[in-house]
């Protein structure tokens, strides 16, 4: 049983640049939700996408954007990046149509480095 | 403001004994409570969630909820060095969305052989 993959596992890009990362759910999930993680934080909620539409978004501004596709699988693009883009940017999904559309379980992450 | 709150450590425990984690939240009407484990340099990696006041158990662990306290805690017995992560404890939103999470910063926990 496949798990949560995301990719690449490592980027580095300079500011002001864009970046798009990639993420396919578990298998049977069908929601997914994009966090980022700063060195000594706990996830900050970007949004979440169920049924290919944004169905939650958290406090980030709208350089940041997402798209889920008919596989459920997602996408998150960042237009031009600032130094305070780098963290680790995790995947997680989970079940959009049980109470269990909380359980996330996370994809291994990747690491974002802005110049 | 909506905040989950732990004690950041590190939380050092001998090898073999308990270690006791504590997770405080602002929310009263939160419903789901979930902690996780996550090494240096991974994701986080989901131990348990617990939904209702008491205990919950799974194997060496043990999620604790009081809602009236809003509080939840984790316990591990037997400590093993594999044990040491930190600890995440992660709160969902309510009644706004049942589907954002807000999460602790962590507790990093450390056993010692």
């Known amino acids: 049983d496949a798990g949560v993959t995301q990719s690449p596992t490592h980027l580095i890009k300079t500011r002001g640049q864009q970046v798009t990362l990639r993420c396919s759910p578990k298998?049977?999930?069908?929601?997914v939700s994009w966090y980022q993680q700063a060195l000594g934080q706990g996830p900050q909620f970007i949004f979440q996408y169920y049924e290919e539409e944004e169905r939650q978004r958290g406090n980030f501004p709208d350089r940041f954007s997402g798209h889920q596709f008919p596989n459920y699988s997602s996408e998150l693009n960042v237009n031009a990046l600032l130094l305070g883009d780098s963290a680790l940017y995790l995947c997680a999904s989970s079940r959009g149509s049980a109470r269990d559309t909380d359980t996330q379980y996370f994809g291994p992450g990747t690491r974002l480095t802005v110049l | 403001q909506k905040e989950v709150e732990q004690n950041s450590g590190p939380l050092s425990v001998p090898e073999g004994a308990i270690a006791s984690l504590n997770c405080t939240y602002s929310d009263r009407g939160s419903q789901s409570f979930f902690w996780y484990r996550q090494y240096s340099g991974k994701s986080p990696e989901l131990i348990m969630s617990?939904?209702s006041n008491g205990d919950k158990e799974d194997g060496r662990f043990t999620a604790q909820l009081n809602k009236a306290s809003q509080y939840v805690s984790l316990l591990i017995r037997d400590s093993q060095p594999s044990d040491s992560a930190t600890y995440l404890c992660?709160?969902?939103?309510?009644?706004?969305?049942?589907?954002?999470?807000?999460w602790g910063a962590g507790t990093k926990l450390i056993i010692k052989p």
């Open positions: 617990i939904y």
């Open positions: 298998s049977g999930h069908d929601t």
């Open positions: 992660a709160v969902n939103i309510a009644p706004d969305s049942n589907y954002q999470l807000i």
